[in-house]
């Protein structure tokens, strides 16, 4: 299976007026799949039951929200590592720094090693 894309035009980051407008490659989603959806699937492939499943998915997303709160990060094997990042404003100085400063936090997802070999196999498919 191939990741679709289409074409988008966008003009150059940090240029006034957008300079030269140049054609990106964007990513085209084909669906999602949901948290029933991988469990069935998960139960389909395993002697697991779907109730046992959902509730250790559950209990990780849980486990995963309480950790990342406590500035941890969080390693899901080769799946990958969540962390935490957040965006501020700036400062005459560093004592001037301060919570106030926080202007928004936001999870990073890093995908980890067998993951990432199955990023570079993918192909990829023009879309209209």
């Known amino acids: 299976m191939a990741i679709k894309f289409k074409v988008i035009e966008r003009g150059e980051p940090g240029v006034v007026g957008g300079g030269e407008k140049k054609y990106y ?29 959902r509730a250790v998915l559950y209990a990780m997303v849980s486990i995963a929200g309480r950790s990342l709160a406590d500035g941890q990060i969080v390693r ?9 990042s957040i965006s501020s404003s700036a400062s005459e100085t560093a ?14 997802f890093t995908p980890g090693p067998k993951l990432k070999d199955t990023m570079k196999l993918m192909k990829y498919e023009k879309t209209s």
Do not use: P
């Open 76 to 84: 899901l094997g080769d799946l990958g590592s969540l962390r935490m």
């Open 95 to 108: 004592d001037k720094v301060t919570s106030s400063n926080v202007k928004g936090v936001k999870a990073v």
């Open 25 to 53: 490659a964007s990513a085209v989603s084909s669906g999602e799949t949901t948290l029933e959806n991988m469990t069935a699937l998960i139960e389909e492939a395993s002697t697991v039951s779907g109730a046992d499943i």
